[in-house]
């Protein structure tokens, strides 16, 4: 970690004032109390130390992991060799800017860190920010799951506002991932909502007139099919109309081309 890295010096001059007061004199205790207190505020500050240092100079993700991405996901694949290297970095700020919290799982594997990162950082790649601070937790069952909010209803996926949490059954990320043309990724919904909730003035275009039929005729997901898949009524027809910009972007040019230019516009216009 960058803030244990930079906490070497002080640990050696820690060593060192121990030394001096027993062998030397006691008045280099000073230096050792100093030591102690910097040693002490690099480890209550941490967090921010890493993430500044991250900032500016963030780590690639592991090799194999670059392959998964390179073989896996066609948005990175149509990037430049400049644009994927800023898709990792920015796969990885996510992953550590976010707090994952397995349920029933002893804990995330980094593949389906990336997995479910890619989504967001796909939405947000034209965009100077692409941090959801508003939502920063993301909590990961094996299956399907009630909730507080949801008791009588087993479902895959829910964001819960007042938390700023993302909810997930890793079951259907999995299987959303492995054959998005079967399954929906719900990774790919409750983002396109978090990304409404983050960037409510922009124009997200004129979605009145679009009914469910249309976006069946998109994806091949019926909203019968779609709402026991998620496992929830009253689907919010926008964001997975958006989700499926993503998912289907030919399909969804030549049924909805008026929304699609529209979405141009926010996903894909580069943002100060």
Excluded at 66 to 95: C, D, H, M, V
Excluded at 96 to 123: C, F, R, W
């Amino acid at each position: 970690m960058p803030a244990f890295r930079l906490s070497i010096p002080f640990i050696l001059l820690l060593v060192l004032g121990v030394y001096l007061t027993i062998e030397v004199d006691t008045s280099w205790s000073l230096l050792m109390i100093a030591m102690v207190v910097i040693l002490v505020s690099f480890y209550v500050l941490s967090p921010q130390i890493n993430w500044w240092w991250w900032q500016r100079s963030p780590p690639d993700l592991p090799t194999e992991m670059a392959q998964f991405l390179g073989t896996k996901f066609p948005f990175y694949q149509q990037l430049s060799e400049e644009e994927q290297r800023e898709f990792r970095r920015r796969i990885f700020l996510f992953n550590e800017g976010t707090n994952y919290m397995p349920q029933k799982l002893e804990s995330i594997p980094l593949d389906v860190k990336v997995i479910i990162a890619s989504v967001p950082v796909t939405m947000t790649f034209r965009h100077q920010d692409f941090l959801f601070t508003n939502f920063e937790n993301i909590i990961i069952y094996p299956h399907t799951f009630p909730s507080p909010q949801y008791e009588q209803h087993f479902h895959a996926s829910e964001i819960y506002e007042p938390d700023g949490v993302i909810m997930f059954c890793l079951e259907h990320v999995l299987r959303g991932f492995v054959d998005p043309l079967q399954y929906l990724n719900p990774a790919w919904y409750e983002y396109a909502r978090v990304f409404q909730n983050t960037y409510p003035a922009y124009d997200y275009g004129d979605w009145s007139s679009v009914a469910w039929a249309d976006l069946q005729r998109v994806s091949g997901f019926s909203q019968e099919a779609l709402e026991r898949w998620i496992g929830l009524p009253e689907l919010d027809l926008t964001a997975m109309g958006i989700a499926f910009y993503f998912l289907f972007p030919q399909r969804f040019k030549q049924e909805l081309p008026e929304l699609e230019n529209r979405l141009n516009l926010v996903f894909k216009e580069k943002s100060a």
